[in-house]
Antibody, heavy 119, light 108 residues
């Protein structure tokens, strides 16, 4: 089955770290940009970060996570990562891994992984 | 940063109705506007890209358009399975992406 599968979510204390993984199944991820999008339950969607294809030399971040989060990719493992440091309570959300398609749209979404930041 | 404003925030309509959702960008986005549908407890799905291109497998009753500075998503004949929240998103070349706050569509 063609899909994106996120893992690595969980409960962490404020100030802690987590690394999310996004593995592509059924297709090769390397030609695609990949994004992370988060959503607080009952609220809207917020784009978090992107990494381009061809080695992932271009990355961008939302202002609220810049300097704390880092996106990377390993095309041999067909996986993209989101390293989240200095986590805050307001980082609590479902985090989706998303494939970038034509017109810079998001054409494939993972099922999401929960991140809860709480003491 | 580009801001996206959707209206209305929610609506209720009957099966078979024609409904139109609107999205406005705070600055020119050169038509880089996408629409997503999110059903309760599920991940969003792409409906429309580049303002009016129907994504593969999406029913033809979903139509994207532009009216002046407003982008529109029209459901030409509302079906029970269309109950969901719809988000617009700008994807211009700035390398940052912004979603609208969403419009919830309820079936009467």
């Amino acid at each position: 089955e063609v899909q994106l599968v996120e893992t690595g979510g969980g409960l962490v204390q404020p100030g802690g770290s987590l690394r999310l993984s996004c593995e592509a199944s059924g297709f090769t991820l390397s030609p695609f940009w990949v994004h992370w999008v988060r959503q607080v339950p009952g609220k809207g969607l917020m784009w978090v970060s992107h990494i381009n294809a061809a080695g992932g030399f271009e990355t961008t971040y939302a202002a609220s996570v810049k300097g704390r989060f880092s996106i990377s990719r390993n095309d041999v493992e067909n996986t993209v990562y989101l390293q989240m440091n200095s986590l805050r309570v307001d980082d609590t959300a479902v985090y989706y891994c998303v494939r970038g398609g034509s017109g810079y749209a998001f054409d494939m979404w993972g099922q999401g992984t929960w991140v809860t930041v709480s003491s | 940063d580009i801001q996206m404003t959707q209206s209305p925030s929610s609506l209720s309509a009957s099966v078979g109705d024609r409904v139109t959702l609107t999205c406005r960008a705070s600055q020119n986005i050169d038509g880089y506007l996408n629409w997503y549908q999110q059903k309760s407890g599920k991940a969003p799905k792409l409906l429309i890209s580049s303002a009016s291109t129907l994504y593969s497998g999406v029913p033809s009753r979903f139509r994207g358009g532009v009216s002046g500075t407003d982008f529109t998503l029209t459901i030409t004949s509302l079906q029970p399975e269309d109950s969901a929240t719809y988000y617009c998103q700008q994807s211009d070349t700035s390398r940052t992406w912004t979603f609208g706050q969403g419009t919830t569509v309820e079936i009467k």
